[in-house]
T-cell receptor
Framework: QKEVEQNSGPLSVPEGAIASLNCTYS??????FFWYRQYSGKSPELIMS????GDKEDGRFTAQLNKASQYVSLLIRDSQPSDSATYLC?????????????FGKGTKLSVIP | DTAVSQTPKYLVTQMGNDKSIKCEQN?????MYWYKQDSKKFLKIMFS???????INETVPNRFSPKSPDKAHLNLHINSLELGDSAVYFC????????????FGPGTRLLVL
């Protein structure tokens, strides 16, 4: 079983702070990683994808990947109440015939005004 | 224009009934998926089709039968509905079958009474 682990939270941060969301995975061969945001009652939407070790920045969001340690994280700078949502970590497993994303159970983020 | 659409958005039905959910994507993608998200928000793949061919068929009761009339449509038929089938069902699509970003539909909220 190729697993993706996330702390379910809730993670509460004050408005303006940095929110740090973490994800670990068991499949050492995975090459593609994604962060999805899901507002309550809505569908998941892609925020970031990352494929190489290091940081990838997009606006207030930074994804960090460390394949040696098998973790991927998402930093949200200057957190806003509108960032309150569940954040899903996902990866594309390695191996022949891997045609599916594997999702973690998500971390619920609450940004307090 | 909605990229991935699903009908109906809400479905309330009695145990034992048969129901269908329809999905359409106008992104020109080759691959479509059905996911189930349970009350604990865990998103789990059910089926995937690539160019109308079934490529993922997870351990799902055979009461669930997907059908892809063409690569822009993927329907899900459920026979003899059970209480445990109550969940949100998401359709998604991606361009290819590996390491591709997936785009989700708005979801169909199924409640079995």
């Amino acid at each position: 079983q190729k697993e993706v682990e996330q702390n379910s939270g809730p993670l509460s941060v004050p408005e303006g702070a940095i929110a740090s969301l973490n994800c670990t995975y068991s499949d050492r061969g995975s090459q593609s990683f994604f962060w999805y945001r899901q507002y309550s009652g809505k569908s998941p939407e892609l925020i970031m994808s990352i494929y190489s070790n290091g940081d990838k920045e997009d606006g207030r969001f930074t994804a960090q990947l460390n394949k040696a340690s098998q973790y991927v994280s998402l930093l949200i700078r200057d957190s806003q109440p509108s960032d309150s949502a569940t954040y899903l970590c996902a990866l594309w497993p390695s191996g022949a015939g891997s045609y599916q994303l594997t999702f973690g159970k998500g971390t619920k983020l609450s940004v307090i005004p | 224009d909605t990229a991935v659409s699903q009908t109906p958005k809400y479905l309330v039905t009695q145990m034992g009934n048969d129901k269908s959910i329809k999905c359409e994507q106008n992104l020109g993608h080759d691959t479509m998926y059905w996911y189930k998200q349970d009350s604990k928000k865990f998103l789990k793949i059910m089926f995937s089709y690539n160019n109308k061919e079934l490529i993922i068929n997870e351990t799902v009761p055979n009461r669930f039968s997907p059908k892809s009339p063409d690569k822009a449509h993927l329907n899900l038929h459920i026979n003899s509905l059970e209480l445990g089938d109550s969940a949100v069902y998401f359709c998604a699509s991606s361009q290819g079958t590996s390491s591709e970003t997936q785009y989700f539909g708005p979801g169909t909220r199924l409640l079995v009474l």
